[in-house]
């Protein structure tokens, strides 16, 4: 394991994000290797943590004032042992190789524990859309997708959104697939509902992280109802992820963007969160327009080179983390832990430090790893996938039921995988173990490819 570990760190050194991600699956697997001997001489780790192909590319496009930009743009497919490779696409100027190779080969292991057929892929671009008019965001997709369009297909690679990719940059990178291609298929999922979207796919990823936080307190007898959360982001999963708290009777305190975050004494209400929602779908606003508008809630900026985050230090029962990677440090899950946490649920994508999990861990606290409890996401884009092949779409009910029933179906397999291989109630070992199991089955039935 120790050997891979060094293999990649030294093929790419800046790559630390991609280290980071690998390290951790590694250490849940070591009792997997020892029990399969075989998978040592077919080589399935090394084969596993590269690639199955990078494309890299120039994306040129022009500005409202006729200036030219060029960003860079990727693609990584990482593994298609059990389906298309399926994954999202992120533009945010922090974007680069490393973060998209940890993001595909958390997904390749995510889309696995959904039990749908889709292999792991991730993409994006060092482009912001903060700031920009319509029109540079339209025109930056279409010189995207001007080269992207190669690389996929419904049969081949089927993106979605992420991190600066929603409903609108979908619609604009569909439009010029299509023109392409000359053919409208379902190439991309988060599709506006009246041209091939699913119902429900906009709420999955935030829903389906409520879902799992519910079962997993189960286990302990006890329910949302009454909860208080801290959720930071404050983009697609943390409105939805908020937007299910309030329903099921949970007090929701905090929400937060890269500026800074919103402490809410009294919590978010139905009227509060339509105005996030407003604010940032639609005006493109800053979180601190919040406290401006709610005398109840107190605005502070966060400095990302602080040695903690102030979200995290808040008395609550459960906490959300819905922005991005790293933002729970080794200090912030202590400061959690001793404001009396009980769970965390993971929205974003590996948002809690190795540190931090540790802590959390030996606390038995109640901790789910992104890549089960934010699956619900990915897998609503299945279910897209399926309504656009059957050319039928399901009601809100229908996906939502199969939501659920998918949700609980991972917190069940991530148990069961735990407690077999004598870790019961760690749900991160059980994550990664049952996620390679499928991948690696499939790996070994193909032969060496
Ligand atoms: P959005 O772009 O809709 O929202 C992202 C939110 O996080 C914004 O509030 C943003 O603030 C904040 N944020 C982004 N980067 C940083 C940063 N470096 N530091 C602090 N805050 C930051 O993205 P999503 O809600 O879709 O994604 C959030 C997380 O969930 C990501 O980790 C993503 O990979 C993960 N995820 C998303 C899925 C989906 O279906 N969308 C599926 C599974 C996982 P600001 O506006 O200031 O940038």
């Known amino acids: 394991m120790h050997q891979i570990i060094e293999i990649i760190k ?3 050194p800046g790559q630390i994000e991609f280290h980071q991600a ?6 849940s697997l070591e009792p997997v290797m020892e029990r399969n001997p075989e998978y040592r001489r077919l080589k399935i780790l090394e084969r596993l943590v590269e690639p199955e192909r990078v494309v890299m590319f120039r994306v040129p ?3 409202d004032m006729g200036e030219i930009h060029i960003n860079r743009g990727f693609r990584v497919q990482m593994n298609s ?3 298309p490779y399926k994954g999202g696409l ?3 100027p922090s974007v680069n190789l490393g973060i998209l190779k940890f993001l595909a080969f958390e997904q390749v292991f995510k889309n696995a524990l959904t039990t749908l057929p889709m292999g792991g892929g991730k993409g994006g671009s060092d482009f912001d859309p903060k700031g920009k008019s319509d029109a540079e965001v339209m025109r930056f997709c279409q010189s995207f997708m001007i080269e992207l369009f190669r690389h996929i297909g419904p049969e081949t690679d089927v993106p979605a959104g992420d991190i600066g990719v929603g409903g609108r940059e979908i619609g604009y990178l569909f439009g010029m697939y299509k023109k392409l291609r000359n053919e409208f298929s379902g190439v991309l999922t988060g599709k506006g509902l009246n041209w091939g979207g699913s119902l429900i796919r906009p709420e999955a990823t935030g829903y389906g992280s409520v879902y799992f936080a519910a079962e997993m307190l189960a286990t302990r007898n006890m329910t949302l109802e009454g909860k208080s959360c801290l959720v930071s982001g404050s983009g697609n999963v943390a409105q939805y992820t908020a937007e299910k708290l309030l329903e099921l009777g949970a007090k929701v305190l905090t929400l937060s963007d890269s500026s800074g975050y919103i402490y809410d004494e009294e919590g978010l209400t139905r009227n509060k969160l339509d105005f996030v929602m407003m604010l940032k779908n639609q005006k493109r606003g800053r979180i601190s ?9 107190v605005y502070t900026p966060i400095d990302p080179a602080a040695d903690c985050n102030p979200l995290w230090n808040h008395r609550a029962d459960c906490a959300f983390p819905s922005a991005t990677q ?3 440090n080794g200090k912030d899950a202590r400061n959690l832990l001793q404001n009396g946490i009980m769970l965390v649920c993971e929205g974003a994508n590996m948002p809690t430090t190795p540190e931090g999990i540790a802590a959390f861990v030996d606390q038995r606290i109640l901790y789910a790893p992104g890549k089960a409890s934010n699956a619900g996401g990915v897998s609503v884009s299945g279910l897209e996938m399926s309504q656009n092949s059957m050319r039928y779409p399901w009601t809100r009910e229908e996906v939502d039921s199969r939501l659920k029933t998918i949700m609980r179906s991972i917190h069940k397999t991530c148990l069961e995988a735990a407690e077999y291989y004598d870790t019961p109630g760690n749900y991160m070992n059980g994550a990664n173990i049952a996620g390679f199991d499928k991948v690696v089955t499939a790996m070994v039935d193909q032969g060496l490819v």
Do not use: C, P
Request: glycine share 4%; charged share 40%.
């Open 61 to 63: 496009w022009m500005d």
């Open 81 to 83: 042992a059990i389906g």
């Open 22 to 27: 690998v390290s951790e699956v590694m250490e």
């Open 326 to 328: 790293n933002e729970i």
């Open 289 to 297: 327009e919040y406290a401006d508008k709610y005398k109840s809630a």
């Open 10 to 12: 030294e093929k790419d």
């Open 90 to 92: 992120r533009f945010h």
